[in-house]
């Protein structure tokens, strides 16, 4: 049924003072970056171990809470997203009081009194429920929130019942990590209203299991595939599961069992992930075919994906020419589905389908300058010729590891995984300067610059498009230069 993870800002300066800060912003401290800081080194071992997932940070847009949104963010790589109903309540008249004050202790339980000018207790439960009720119809996207104390109660009260001394005394510390989970508690006013429906995408009963349970699907498994395993796609690493029940992911990637030194074009892992179907492909390794069947789990409440797989002998396969032709269509069926038939890049369909979630270093979006008029001066062969010649260029400065896509038109985009900020930003000049070399040979009098937006810091790719695109717009209001920003 789902589950979400709550996290008070770390410490600031009115923490410091005693005063109720409220709606009034008050900036962490040093102290308060670090706990932030610290609580995303504690989340980053969970996440490596397989033991958690998060998809995306919801925060408060109030400093304190987003300044230690963003250092979880750096230290688990996961975006941030700005929830305005996460805002602490608003105190009125108490805001800069002294926290202690017993007035206020006694205020706090006045569920409908605005505070002189603020905001009660049940408006702001209300919009907190609200949340709340929607972040249960997405049972499969694991949020992060980070607000306020006065934020926390009303979660509490969500899930337990409180009285109204009990409601008015909670609080956590700062930067401490609550999990609430649905199971838990249902209020009885919203069990039967808001139970999120069942889709293709849910995962089923079946797919959720104790490690105990777990431990038993994988010895069945096992008599029938040659080699099974669960794996981490996010991480690229298997799970691995000790008798104590404790995990940790193996040091080598999933992708080395292939023999290859990159994540697989075409990840079923990651499709699996994403959909929660199961998904099925062939691979081919050492000149052996293996079909391998990945079915997404959730295993003691943590997501993952367990692969089988079935090495197909020459028992199976017909003779050396059938097994020629079988390699060669599904060779041919994988190019189909994720390269672009123009440039031979990947497609747009590999960034939807494969690569979107994938967390990289560094991003750019490349636009071709005046691309419209070769269309209008010499026809869209002339244009396809120009595409062509730009991947062309693009693919000979980047590296293997590197990813480049045609994201549309006469748009590309480049995720690059482990790159220094500098190396980076000599890199797209080294495209940009590349590209306005080249030479279209059946149209020698076209001439080609690119305006390239790049965006550095580690984040999910589909997050550095968005930030990547806008400074794109930056470069193009002078065309063939390059303009890089820090990740936001």
Request: hydrophobic share 35%; proline share 3%; with cysteine.
């Amino acid at each position: 049924m789902g589950h979400f993870y709550f996290v008070r800002h770390g410490q600031t300066v009115w923490n410091v003072e005693n005063k109720i800060c409220g709606a009034t912003d008050s900036p962490l401290t040093e102290l308060g970056h670090e706990q932030a800081r610290k609580t995303g080194q504690m989340l980053r071992e969970k996440i490596d171990h397989g033991e958690i997932h998060i998809d995306e940070i919801l925060t408060s847009p109030l400093s304190r809470a987003y300044d230690t949104a963003m250092e979880i963010s750096h230290g688990i790589d996961v975006p941030v997203r700005i929830e305005p109903r996460l805002v602490e309540q608003n105190f009125g008249r108490w805001e800069g009081t002294a926290r202690d004050g017993a007035e206020f202790a006694r205020a706090k339980e006045n569920f409908a009194d605005g505070y002189g000018g603020g905001e009660s207790m049940m408006k702001t439960a209300q919009r907190i429920y609200n949340l709340i009720d929607d972040i249960r119809k997405e049972p499969g996207k694991t949020y992060l929130l980070v607000a306020h104390n006065g934020i926390s109660r009303v979660i509490e009260s969500y899930f337990h019942g409180m009285s109204n001394e009990e409601f008015a005394a909670f609080g956590i510390k700062n930067a401490e990590v609550r999990e609430y989970k649905f199971e838990d508690h249902i209020p009885d006013d919203r069990a039967d209203d808001h139970l999120p429906e069942k889709g293709n995408g849910d995962p089923a009963p079946s797919d959720q299991l104790t490690y105990a349970q777990l431990k038993t699907r994988l010895e069945s498994i096992r008599a029938v595939f040659d080699t099974v395993r669960i794996v981490n796609p996010v991480a690229m690493r298997q799970i691995i599961y000790h008798a104590d029940g404790t995990t940790e992911l193996a040091k080598d990637y999933c992708f080395a069992l292939w023999k290859k030194h990159g994540r697989c074009a075409n990840c079923i892992s990651s499709r699996t992930l994403h959909t929660r179907k199961r998904s099925c492909k062939f691979e081919f390794a050492d000149e052996k075919i293996y079909f391998m069947m990945a079915n997404y789990l959730e295993v003691d409440g943590a997501p993952c994906v367990m692969e089988a797989i079935l090495h197909l002998d020459d028992s199976i396969l017909i003779d050396a020419e059938g097994k020629n032709k079988f390699v060669s269509r599904i060779t041919r069926y994988n190019d189909r589905m994720f390269k672009d038939s123009l440039t031979e890049v990947s497609s747009r369909r590999y960034y939807d389908e494969q690569v979107s979630g994938l967390t990289v270093q560094a991003a750019a979006m490349i636009d071709i300058d005046y691309f419209k008029e070769i269309n209008d001066n010499w026809l869209h062969r002339a244009g396809d010729c120009a595409l062509r010649a730009v991947a062309r260029a693009i693919t000979g400065c980047v590296r293997k590891s590197d990813i480049v896509i045609r994201y549309g038109g006469d748009e590309f985009l480049i995720g690059f995984e482990n790159i220094p900020r500098d190396v980076f930003v000599r890199k797209l000049e080294e495209i940009r300067s590349s590209v306005q070399s080249v030479t279209v040979p059946e149209f020698p009098q076209i001439s080609l610059t690119l305006s390239i937006g790049g965006v550095y810091g580690s984040s999910m790719l589909m997050d550095a498009v968005d930030q990547a695109d806008a400074v794109l717009y930056q470069a193009k209001q002078q065309r063939n230069c390059v303009v890089v920003e820090d990740k936001r």
